[in-house]
């Protein structure tokens, strides 16, 4: 599966004409009815007034697990999706990604404050019994190969509180609402049971169960030619490596770093209809979970080969919530295939790592800003006035005299005329 080399020169009714007329989608294309979008918002949030649209757009293709994806991610950010596409292509070069998927896991807990030893042992020794009666909460998900994973009780000293942690496999939903459901029976049938109710039930957004791994490995004459870098291949390799190792040991560099794995991540989740703010803090939880806050892409030479690898949780789901309710969440998991939520999982992480080794290949060589600026001068060309096929020429003459000042693009709209 390839795009037309023309495709990111294309306007947009243009793109979504080929996108249609190539099959890469069975869904219409989103955006089409404002009214519909209205009353979507209305029965989403409380008090909506509007919807905050943000840019939909596709990477190139990158491979992942031998498939090549047209990733669909939603930013407001100019060089997010291009990064993507770029890191992606590099990669592919040399086989593209391979994944380890997590299991769809999502944990929960009950807490008992200043429970007496007797206490503790009664909603031990009743745990098994409140299980089974709650059992057919449970009975969908069984049916779909999930459930009950496990159990566990345990004391917290400080504050004086026990715990009983449950865990679920949720299969391709999120999960949320059938975890905190099974939570408040099960607290119901403990008061029964032993005699001592729950003070919190609710399920948590540490997800260590869920944690996936991304990797890549590509010749480092490649990534020279490719880039057509002055710098030796060697030079470039030992770089990326040090950039990935500073962010490993000082969580200054490692936030940033970080920041650019999620500008893949977060975007894919947006596009899809995912719940951005669990996934964004169980990542962060997860990089800061050895008591210091690290990078969770590192990169090595070995031989005359690069590899990167990530390792983090990535909650994301292929069912419920928001998924498939708006129509760009429709074209998004479409266009990606309609995949499980470990397929799903597979593609952030690889997206991810895509995403932060083309901000440390950008950073080795060339510099960060001159990509950036070059993808950023279409905004300008639009604040100065340029409209339909003149913002492209305008930024076109930004970036050939490396001046980024609007009223550089003012000047030059005046020169080179206004498109009716």
Aim: charged share 20%.
């Amino acid at each position: 599966m390839g795009l037309s080399p023309r495709f990111s020169r294309m306007s947009v009714p243009e793109k979504r004409e080929y996108l249609l007329n190539n099959q890469f989608t069975r869904s219409s294309l989103p955006g089409n009815n404002d009214e519909d979008y209205l009353w979507i918002c209305d029965v989403m949030v409380e008090n909506a007034v509007g919807y905050a649209g943000l840019p939909l757009g596709i990477t190139a293709p990158i491979r992942i697990d031998g498939q090549d994806y047209l990733v669909p991610m939603a930013t407001e950010e100019a060089s997010v999706i291009a990064a993507a596409s770029y890191g992606g292509k590099m990669a592919s070069l040399d086989g593209g990604f391979v994944t380890s998927p997590p299991q769809p896991l999502i944990k929960g807990h009950l807490y008992y404050a200043n429970t007496t030893l007797s206490q503790a042992e009664k909603l031990m020794n009743a745990v098994t019994i409140a299980i089974d009666k709650a059992s057919p909460m449970l009975s969908s998900m069984q049916k779909r190969g999930g459930g009950l994973e496990s159990w566990d009780f345990f004391y917290l000293k400080n504050p004086d509180c026990h715990v009983i942690e449950i865990t679920l496999n949720v299969c391709d939903s999120m999960g949320a609402n059938l975890m905190n459901s099974y939570l408040e029976k099960l607290s119901d049938m403990l008061l029964e049971l032993s005699g001592k109710k729950a003070d919190i039930a609710i399920l948590s957004n540490e997800a260590s169960c869920r944690t996936g791994k991304a990797e890549f490995r590509i010749s480092l004459d490649k990534i020279k030619r490719a880039g057509r870098y002055d710098m030796s291949a060697e030079e470039i390799g030992k770089k990326l490596v040090f950039l990935s190792e500073v962010a490993e040991h000082f969580p200054p560099r490692a936030v940033t770093h970080n920041k650019g794995i999620m500008n893949g991540i977060t975007a894919l989740a947006l596009a899809t209809g995912n719940d951005t703010r669990a996934i964004e803090a169980s990542v962060h939880s997860y990089a800061c979970s050895s008591g210091v806050y690290k990078g969770l892409a590192t990169y090595k030479i070995e031989k005359d080969f690069l590899t990167g690898h990530i390792k983090a949780p990535v909650p994301f789901a292929a069912i419920g919530g928001s998924i498939a309710f708006t129509d760009y969440s429709r074209f998004s998991m479409d266009i990606l295939g309609n995949p499980s939520s470990r397929q799903l999982a597979s593609i952030a992480l690889a997206l991810g790592l895509a995403q932060n080794f083309a901000a440390l290949l950008a950073l080795s060589t060339r510099g960060i800003q001159a990509g950036h600026m070059k993808l950023h001068a279409k905004k300008i060309a639009y604040q100065a006035g340029a409209r339909g096929r003149q913002i492209q020429t305008i930024a076109d003459l930004l970036n050939k005299e490396k001046n980024y000042k609007q009223e550089f693009a003012e000047e030059l709209l005046k020169t080179n005329g206004k498109d009716d």
